[in-house]
């Protein structure tokens, strides 16, 4: 099943109308974009829709075209123009598009090195940072809990080798006991 090939005549259906419009009128301006792409023309087009709503599509601009189009004398809109000024013009063309395209490749380049380097850095989620916290946190309290144990440790050292005052005097009349 192909399209099929209908007669060219208004439609009557309002609702059918609008929606002829608008898809005719995306094609419409699909193809004057491709138009003054292809062969670098300037391109303007002003389209009414049945509910008198205006459309336009304009390459550069509809401005810059429609000021251009209005400052030219009647007798140089002629499709019959001087050969080499648009020999020259279109090696200016070809030579703004030969800059534009390098920069492209430029900046496509750059982008695929920047992705590169955003890979190999892989950030890391707020989730994993947090649980980065919360095991340094206990890190910390199992170290303050290990200083405190040194710490008990080192006075029972010092007290067994330098025994409270109390305790010498016990251990003073111990030895007298031994003697006599």
């Known amino acids: 099943m192909g399209r099929r090939k209908i007669e060219i ?9 609008q929606v ?4 005719r009128r995306t094609g419409l301006f699909k193809k004057a974009n491709e138009l003054s792409i292809l062969c ?8 009414f829709s049945p509910g008198n709503k205006p459309y336009s ?4 601009g509809v401005d810059v075209v429609a000021a251009k189009y209005l400052q030219q004398d009647p007798k140089s809109c002629d499709s019959q123009g001087d050969p080499s000024s648009d020999a020259s013009n279109m090696d200016e063309l070809n030579l703004e598009l030969a800059e534009v395209l390098d920069q492209i490749c430029e900046g496509e ?3 695929e090195t920047r992705d590169e380097i955003l890979k190999q850095n892989d950030m890391t989620t707020l989730s994993e940072l947090e649980e980065l916290r919360d095991s340094y946190k206990e890190l910390q309290d199992w170290v303050k809990l290990r200083l405190s144990d040194l710490k008990i440790s080192e006075y029972m050292m010092l007290l067994a080798k330098e025994p409270v005052v109390g305790v010498q005097a016990k251990s003073a009349k111990n030895r007298n006991r031994r003697k006599n």
């Open 40 to 47: 670098g023309a300037e391109v303007v087009i002003v389209v």
């Open 20 to 23: 002829t419009f608008s898809k």
């Open 57 to 60: 599509f304009g390459h550069p």
């Open 109 to 111: 380049k750059e982008a």
């Open 9 to 17: 005549e208004m439609v009557k259906d309002t609702y059918t109308r």
